[in-house]
Nanobody
């Protein structure tokens, strides 16, 4: 069970932080990610994270590099996405996802567990 929160409406240049509570899912070595879907567009991978011991491996879509930060707190079973310098094109429904891959991936087919999504709207 994955439950997202933290969406909202901001102006361009603003920030939002999304959270994903994974209350029944605890695979610390598996892959977790954030995806988004804008109206009329396909779902796209935004960021992915895999932890191996004390090391986290992270991948970002080119469109968000330098602006978004993915992280997770294994003790709280919570995944985060900090979004800064937001642009109108970042608008969409953001989904948290978990999968069994042991490497970072932005391919939605690699994820089998999905949250319900949270809306983020960026106005110009």
């Amino acid at each position: 069970q994955l439950v997202e929160s933290g969406g909202g409406s901001v102006q361009a240049g603003g920030s939002l932080t999304l959270s994903c509570a994974a209350s029944e899912y605890n695979s610390r070595g598996d892959c977790m990610g954030w995806f988004r879907q804008a109206p009329g567009k396909e779902r796209e991978g935004v960021a992915s994270i895999v932890s191996a011991g004390s090391t986290s491996y992270i991948r970002y879509a080119d469109s968000v590099k330098g602006r978004f930060t993915i992280s997770k707190d294994d003790a709280k079973n919570t995944l985060y996405l900090e979004m800064n310098s937001l642009k109108p094109e970042d608008t969409g429904v953001y989904y948290c996802a978990a999968g069994e891959r042991t490497y970072t991936t932005l391919d939605s087919h690699d994820y089998g567990n999905w949250g319900q999504g949270t809306q983020a709207t960026v106005s110009s």
